[in-house]
């Protein structure tokens, strides 16, 4: 199975920082990634698809960009409603894998 | 808008068995693939299973290969999972989602989720 291994796990930040989330294939995935958001109590958003694709209606600060095995998520200036669990997941191989989340908490 | 509301979650013994339900509605529900996507209480989101347009494919995590069944209904647009033998460690939230991309296996629209408690 591919393992996909976020960092950090958690972080804080104020409102307007720059955050950036990675997450590391165990093996090549091409750009076979994606990223989510989970609120407590919501359903999980789709943000990110093959790796820097924003879907359709996801805020323009939301980007995300792969360099070999590792992928980032970057919120440019992280806003009220961003704090939030974000998850990667490859697409690449069945088991379709996740990571382990980050949670973004207001500092 | 496209919609998908899970229903069937709820407290089983061990070893006991559930049918959860996906109701889908705001797409045409026979040309997508759709998974079900589950996460232990404050734990991370792990696959579970998928099923083709057609019904045709199913694909399953090793874990629960043989326990659980994954199953549509185009015309009633309708995703079912059957869930046998369940153990403490299915006790989850479980989500039905929408793969909107079948390259990059992309779950562009989820529900919001039944629980399913499995304790004695």
């Known amino acids: 199975d591919i393992q996909m291994t976020q960092s950090p796990s958690a972080l804080s930040a104020s409102v307007g920082d720059r955050v950036t989330i990675t997450c590391r294939a165990s093996?090549?995935?091409?750009?076979?990634l994606n990223w989510y958001q989970e609120k407590p109590g919501k359903a999980p958003q789709l943000l990110i698809f093959?790796?820097?694709s924003v879907h359709s209606g996801v805020p323009s600060r939301f980007s995300g960009s792969a360099s070999g095995t590792e992928f980032t998520l970057t919120i440019s200036s992280v806003q009220p409603e961003d704090f939030a669990t974000y998850y990667c997941?490859?697409?690449?191989?069945?088991?379709?894998?996740f990571g382990q989340g980050t949670k973004v908490e207001m500092k | 808008e496209v919609q998908l509301m899970e229903s069937g979650g709820g407290l089983v013994k061990p070893g006991g068995s559930l049918r959860l339900s996906c109701a889908a509605s705001?797409?045409?529900?026979?040309?997508?693939?759709v998974t079900w996507v589950r996460q232990a209480p404050g734990k991370g989101l792990e696959w579970v299973s998928s099923?083709?347009?057609?019904?045709?494919?199913?694909y399953y995590a090793d874990s629960l290969r043989g326990r659980f069944t994954i199953s549509r209904d185009n015309a009633r647009n309708a995703l079912f999972l059957q869930m046998n033998s369940l153990r403490s460690e299915d006790t989850a939230l479980y989500f039905c989602?929408?793969?909107?991309?079948?390259?990059?296996?992309?779950?562009?629209?989820w529900g919001q989720g039944t629980l399913v408690t499995v304790s004695s």
């Open positions: 989602a929408r793969v909107g991309d079948l390259v990059a296996q992309t779950y562009d629209y």
């Open positions: 099923i083709s347009s057609g019904g045709t494919y199913m």
């Open positions: 705001g797409f045409t529900f026979s040309n997508y693939t």
């Open positions: 997941q490859q697409g690449y191989s069945t088991p379709w894998t």
């Open positions: 093959a790796a820097s």
């Open positions: 093996q090549y995935i091409s750009s076979y």
